[in-house]
């Protein structure tokens, strides 16, 4: 078999679609609406390519078709497209390659080596003292940033094997983003951070302290979130995360980071209508040049307060306030981690 990043000249091309999902190709895939064979489906791309290449029935599955490929770049992306590619071997590995998907993917922490691996392939989804795009591990072989998808892939590939195998090879890759990763962790266990379910909301509270983003503290336009960490604690199947700054907090609304797929072990999680939640929070809301509106502009995203130019705004709201408008119960069944 053959990997081709998709581009339109393969658009009518016979071929299998692995992770993403493009036009004339038998899915392999967990993206929603994928048509992938019912025996074979899997929560991440990567235990789909798994369980195809030790399905005795492979040859059926793939009709004999070379060509592999995917419209993006990112660590199940990556996983599954060399799983498919390299074929029985990778079974060898298939415990660090579903651990380092899922990490990418939903932002889990199943094992340490799955986090790392991930880091290097893809990136870290939290603060960090990088801030360079793109993946870390083509950067580092091309010695300058690739913003070229394909390019990435034909860097990566070769590489990951090792990668899994030999992760401390790579530690200049993922060392900054660990260190931050584990000091979110350790500000959960130290109760310095907090995840408050409420159960009748099925909705997590969790509230971060500002000193991870670095003395300058938290600025929306430059940092994302120690989504990791998160999920890491957080249960309910909308998470309300509160970024205490001196003027007030900073909210985002989020559904669990894997929601966005189609899974078979994790729970579906529904979207809500936020509507009246959120013309509830506008009547008591006094930072008047603000909305609250519903955000979907990532994948998990649901709602947010913003400026008038889309950008996050600061809320004069405290976290519990937020929290009982947003669950159906204001009913607090834990408080702590």
């Known amino acids: 078999m053959r990997f081709e990043f998709y581009h339109q000249g393969i658009e009518n091309t016979p071929k299998l679609s692995v992770d993403g999902i ?51 770049f990112d660590t199940d992306g990556v996983l599954s497209v060399w799983t498919v590619l390299t074929g029985a071997r990778a079974l060898d590995l298939r415990e660090q390659l579903i651990s380092a998907a899922e990490a990418g993917d939903f932002s889990e922490f ?25 993946s870390p591990l083509a950067r580092h072989l091309a010695g300058k940033n690739v913003d070229d998808e394909a390019r990435a892939y034909e860097l990566v590939l070769p590489e990951v094997e090792r990668v899994l195998t030999r992760i401390n090879d790579y530690e200049p890759l993922w060392r900054d983003a660990w260190r931050d990763l584990e000091a979110a962790i350790n500000s959960f266990e130290s109760g310095r951070y907090s995840v408050h379910e409420y159960t009748e909301g099925q909705l997590s509270l969790v509230t971060l302290g500002p000193e991870i983003f670095g003395t300058q503290g938290f600025d929306p336009a430059r940092h994302t979130l120690p989504n990791t960490a998160v999920s890491r604690y957080a249960r309910g199947e909308i998470y309300l995360i509160a970024i205490p700054v001196s ?91």
């Open 22 to 72: 493009v036009a004339n190709s038998l899915h392999f895939s967990h993206w929603e609406g994928n048509e992938t064979p019912a025996e074979l489906k899997a929560d991440t791309s990567t235990e789909i390519a798994l369980n195809l290449v030790a399905s005795p029935n492979q040859k059926a599955f793939t009709r004999d078709l070379e060509l592999v490929t995917n419209n993006h």
């Open 110 to 134: 199943n094992s340490e080596l799955g986090v790392r691996a991930s880091i290097v392939i893809q990136g870290p989804d939290q603060a960090s003292s990088s801030n360079d795009s793109g």
């Open 247 to 337: 003027e007030g907090c900073f909210y985002q609304l989020d559904y669990p980071y894997y929601s966005w797929a189609e899974t078979v072990k994790r729970p579906k999680i529904q979207r809500r209508d936020l509507g009246a939640k959120l013309s509830q929070l506008n009547e008591i809301e006094s930072n008047r040049s603000a909305t609250w509106k519903v955000d979907t502009r990532q994948m998990t995203s649901a709602a947010k307060l913003l400026n008038p130019d889309g950008t996050s705004a600061v809320s004069k709201l405290l976290p519990t306030e937020v929290a009982k408008i947003l669950s159906t119960q204001a009913q607090l069944s834990t408080t702590g981690v």
